[in-house]
């Protein structure tokens, strides 16, 4: 008896690892959707006393991905996104110069986040954690006492990203899925900062 249960046992064991080498494999996917910014947003002008302003923070943002799935619960994934453009129109909030300008600050660059999945029936839920190496864009023009002014600022950070999603399969190799991901504090203060929450709607093909 305790022989047959064993073998019941490594016969178990087996099932499970055929069943776990049949869910690994590449698969890529893209996504469309928009992107929003938290509270968290610094979009100063370097030696221009702007203070405050408006920001119209909702932009289309879209990304490609590329991973591998080493099991039903675990993967990781190699992507590009692009976040879109935050505008604001921005002045002296002590309203002591004459001091305003338009400014734009956008960011885009590879994702790279370990995926953690959870099947429910035909769906499966995931969480995901990794780093978004951004190449952010701080751009703005205006005038202050008089004189015109304009610039372009880049430059390069490399930030946590945290995200949760949804896909369900329409096929054997084709699925559906709904993400939405939190990047954190990307870019810098002086050069253009924003939290981004970015809202998607994908495919993925699995091979």
Not at 71 to 98: P, Q
């Amino acid at each position: 008896m305790r022989r047959r249960s064993m073998y019941v046992a490594l016969v178990a064991l087996a099932v499970a690892q055929v069943a776990a080498a049949d869910d690994s494999g590449w698969y890529m996917g893209a996504g469309l959707g928009f992107a929003d910014t938290a509270n968290n947003v610094h979009l100063g002008v370097p030696d221009v006393p702007l203070l405050s302003g408006k920001a119209e923070d909702n932009d289309t943002t879209w990304g490609l991905n590329a991973g591998y799935r080493f099991n039903r619960h675990l993967a990781l994934e190699l992507g590009y996104v692009d976040l879109g453009e935050l505008a604001a129109d921005v002045a002296d909030a002590t309203t002591a110069t004459d001091a305003r300008a338009a400014v734009g600050f956008s960011a885009d660059g590879v994702t790279f986040a370990m995926i953690g999945t959870f099947p429910i029936a035909k769906w499966e839920l995931y969480l995901k954690a990794g780093v978004f190496f951004a190449s952010p864009v701080l751009e703005y023009s205006g005038s202050f006492a008089g004189e015109d002014f304009s610039a372009r600022i880049t430059n390069d950070s490399n930030d946590p990203l945290y995200g949760i999603g949804v896909s369900y399969p329409l096929s054997e190799h084709l699925q559906i899925y709904l993400d939405s991901t939190y990047f954190m504090e990307v870019g810098e203060p002086g050069k253009g900062q924003a939290d981004f929450l970015s809202t998607s709607l994908g495919v993925s093909w699995r091979f």
